[in-house]
C-alpha cells in the first residue's frame, strides 16, 4: 500500500508539469501557465483576451546563449505583467529543470550566491540553495524539458475535490472548516482513497487515487521562459 502511495505521490507530480486536463489528468502547468496562444483557461478566450497570458521571454536557440541579463530580462517581464516582482518571502520562486539549474549555476561562476532561509521559505533539508533577484531557483525532476518558469504562491494552488464548504462558501483548507472563517492561507491533508480490489495468498492489490485540481489565479501573475534547443 506504501509503494501504491509513493507511486501516486510521482504520478501526481509528472501531472502537475505535463498534465492536459484529459483522460483523469490534472490540467497542470503546461495548461495554466506554459499555453500561451492556443488555450481558454478558466473559460477565458485568450485568443481575444491576451492579457489572460502569462509572462513570456523570448526564446534564445539553445541553452549556450543563455546569459543572467536573460533571467533579468524574464524577471523583468513577470514585472512588467502584473506591476510586482517575484517576492521570495511570499513564497515565489523560478522552477526549471536540472539542466538549466546547472547552466545558471555555471553563469554566476565560481562563487555563486546561496541561500539558507529567505524570508521563511527553507530549501528541502535545510539545503543551501541558487537564487536570482533574491527568488530561490529550484530543480525538479518532472519539469518540462528547457522550460524556466516564475511562479506566485499566491496565485497558484491545488485544491483536491470535491470543495468543501462552510456556510455556503467554498473553502479548500481544514482550519476554515474548523473556525467557519474565510480567508485563510493553509494547507490542506490530501484526501486519498484506497480501494482493496482483490487478494491472492499473501499479495493484496490496492487501487490508490485522490481528487485533485491545478488552480492558476492570476495567470498573468506567472511567466514562462522557453529555450527552443538544448
Not at 55 to 80: R, Y
Not at 88 to 106: N, P, V
Not at 193 to 204: F, P, S, T, V
Request: hydrophobic residues 40%.
Amino acid at each position: 500500500m506504501n509503494a501504491a502511495a509513493r507511486v501516486l505521490g510521482k504520478t501526481i507530480n509528472a501531472a502537475l508539469f505535463a498534465g492536459d486536463g484529459t483522460s483523469n489528468t490534472i490540467a497542470g502547468i503546461a495548461v495554466g501557465v506554459d499555453d500561451l496562444n492556443t488555450n481558454d483557461y478558466a473559460g477565458i478566450d485568450v485568443s481575444t483576451q491576451t492579457w489572460w497570458t502569462s509572462a513570456a521571454l523570448g526564446t534564445v536557440s539553445s541553452e549556450s546563449e543563455m546569459a543572467l541579463a536573460d533571467f533579468d530580462t524574464f524577471h523583468g517581464n513577470i514585472f512588467s505583467k502584473f506591476g510586482q516582482p517575484l517576492n521570495a518571502g511570499a513564497g515565489d520562486i523560478f522552477l526549471t529543470t536540472q539542466a538549466l539549474y546547472a547552466k545558471y549555476q555555471s553563469l554566476v561562476g565560481a562563487n555563486p550566491r546561496q541561500i539558507v532561509n529567505q524570508g521563511g521559505t527553507t530549501l528541502a533539508g535545510g539545503a543551501t540553495g541558487l537564487e536570482h533577484d533574491g527568488v530561490p531557483i529550484i530543480r525538479d525532476g518532472n519539469c518540462t524539458a528547457l522550460r524556466v518558469y516564475g511562479l506566485r504562491k499566491n496565485c497558484i494552488r491545488l485544491d483536491y475535490l470535491p470543495v468543501m464548504q462552510v456556510n455556503g462558501m467554498p473553502v479548500q483548507n481544514d482550519r476554515d472548516m474548523t473556525t467557519g472563517t474565510l480567508g485563510q492561507d493553509e494547507p490542506s491533508e490530501v484526501m486519498i482513497h484506497i480501494n482493496e480490489l482483490g487478494r491472492a495468498g499473501a499479495a493484496i492489490k490496492f487501487q490508490v487515487w485522490v481528487q485533485l485540481q491545478l488552480r492558476v489565479i492570476d495567470r498573468f501573475a506567472h511567466g514562462v521562459w522557453r529555450v527552443t534547443t538544448s
